[in-house]
């Protein structure tokens, strides 16, 4: 089968910092994905919400589905902390490098080849298909998306008094864009019970993306004191590149804005709490699988920053749940370092969807499945026309997220060595493993390769070579007391 061309242009900018990369195809569907009735799929996506804010306090009724009722992922990270990357890589299963979305506007035309979504995937084999709520920021919104039976969606960017394309008609709901949301979903959901064929609904909402305006039942409502990273006090930006240090403005903790965050999310509990409500009077909370993921955190304050797209671990870490009554313990939690990428594998593996009818291979594994563990993540952070990135991340044990700066170069053919770290997965069928990389000793004077990396740091933390900074020495220092190595004579040896 003919695999899609790489959108990508020459000239665009990758940020990369990864050790290895996941390369292996979604393992075989497990005993309980091949029963006669396939699992409902419900994909709950929220705005902007950053780790830690799943609470009894904030959100009661999520934190007693997912948490209580479902699994945890305390070690999950997105790829790249944007909007509309991190949705396309929910999608598809696969990294920006490979999907083509690397921006918030990356249109028209809308780079990501739509019939290797999810959507797309599960309607060729029977599924009923929906999508409400916010798609992709640089979506045009007067275009159909693809492989939906019913959808009403619209661009976000504020909570009331927006447009939504209502299966191609256009129409102003009125109060909250979310209630609007679930409301439709809700109905969805419920017309579907009737039916036979299995269900797909995606569902995302608005909040608690800016403009920070809670709902007012919730406008006043108590809050806790709010935990601190301790990056807020970073104390030095040497090392960080230019660009980054441009835009380390912050001198402390935005409260206010955490404090709008978490009002915010409660009314993002009640919806969930709706969604809940109408699985369980149809009878079809065990026979439905459900997500609930944030596209992406922000940046608070931390590390004099605000806002995202940098892959610091405040913005790359969500919080991540699945419910699966038949197929996880409740309360349980899996550690393993998981990313966006998993949740299309894993649909598509409870699905039963052949893996050899797949366009284009998948960068991330199933979830339900045990006969896997990333030891490294990728971090992608593009920005289209500089010939710099901004920033990088690598993942090192026990699953911290270490930011790293001064990544050189583009996906272009004279980087080979990242070109190999980002070759993608394997075509479906080919399950043989790739001959292990020897490995080349240091020679003196060769830029050193570490293990890991420190906050403020360069690239050094990587097996990616970097090109030296302006105004650095290349050579290995000298140790101190250590005589200097004879230099070997180049001259050709005299014949005895």
């Excluded at 980087?415 to 043989?432: C, E």
Aim: with cysteine.
């Amino acid at each position: 089968m003919r695999r899609p061309p790489n959108p990508l242009a020459a000239g665009a900018l990758l940020a990369v910092l990864v050790l290895a990369a996941a390369r292996e195809l979604v393992p075989a569907p497990s005993a309980a994905a091949s029963s006669p009735r396939r699992p409902n799929v419900l994909v709950i996506v929220t705005d902007d919400q950053t780790l830690g804010t799943v609470t009894r306090a904030a959100m009661p009724r999520t934190y007693r589905w997912f948490v209580e009722r479902g699994r945890s992922y305390p070690s999950f990270f997105v790829a790249d902390p944007l909007c509309c990357p991190s949705r396309a890589s929910i999608m598809t299963g696969r990294f920006d490098h490979n999907n083509g979305v690397t921006d918030n506007s990356p249109g028209p035309p809308f780079p990501l080849d739509m019939r290797t979504t999810v959507q797309c995937y599960l309607r060729r084999t029977g599924y009923t298909t929906a999508l409400y709520g916010k798609l992709f920021n640089g979506w045009d919104y007067t275009v159909r998306p693809p492989c939906l039976d019913d959808y009403a969606i619209t661009p976000g960017g504020a909570h009331a008094n927006l447009p939504f394309l209502r299966n191609g008609r256009t129409t102003y709901p009125d109060g909250w864009l979310d209630a609007y949301t679930t409301h439709t979903a809700a109905a969805r959901i419920r017309t579907c019970a009737v039916g036979r064929e299995p269900w797909y609904v995606y569902v995302a909402f608005t909040a608690p993306h800016a403009p920070y305006t809670p709902r007012p039942a919730y406008r006043h409502a108590p809050l806790p004191r709010p935990s601190r990273s301790p990056s807020v006090k970073q104390s030095t930006l040497l090392g960080v590149d230019p660009v980054v240090r441009a835009h380390a403005q912050e001198q402390g903790f935005e409260t206010g804005r955490w404090a709008a965050e978490q009002r915010m999310l409660m009314s993002v509990d009640h919806e969930v709490g709706e969604l809940f409500a109408a699985l369980r009077s149809t009878g079809q909370l065990d026979d439905t699988i459900v997500f609930f993921v944030s596209d992406n955190g922000v940046l608070l304050g931390e590390h004099h920053l605000r806002g995202k797209r940098l892959p610091y671990t405040e913005a790359a870490q969500v919080p991540f749940y699945l419910y699966a009554p038949t197929r996880v313990a409740p309360g349980s939690a899996d550690d393993r370092l998981t990313q966006n990428v998993d949740i299309a594998p894993t649909i598509l593996a409870a699905a039963a969807f052949p893996r050899s009818q797949l366009l284009a291979p998948l960068d991330g594994h199933d979830l339900l499945s045990p006969a896997w563990r990333r030891p490294y993540a990728l971090g992608e952070s593009w920005q289209a026309g500089r010939r710099r990135a901004l920033a990088a991340t690598v993942a090192v044990a026990p699953h911290s997220l270490v930011p790293v700066h001064r990544v050189h170069g583009a996906l272009e053919p004279g980087h080979r060595a990242l070109a190999r770290v980002l070759r993608p997965a394997r075509r479906p069928g080919r399950d043989a493993e790739p001959p292990p990389r020897r490995r080349r000793e240091r020679r003196p004077g060769r830029r050193p390769v570490a293990r890991a990396a420190h906050i403020g740091g360069d690239l050094r933390g990587t097996d990616v070579p970097v090109a030296p900074v302006r105004g650095e020495r290349t050579r290995s220092p000298r140790r101190p007391n250590a005589a200097r190595p004879r230099r070997r004579s180049m001259r050709c040896p005299r014949p005895s």
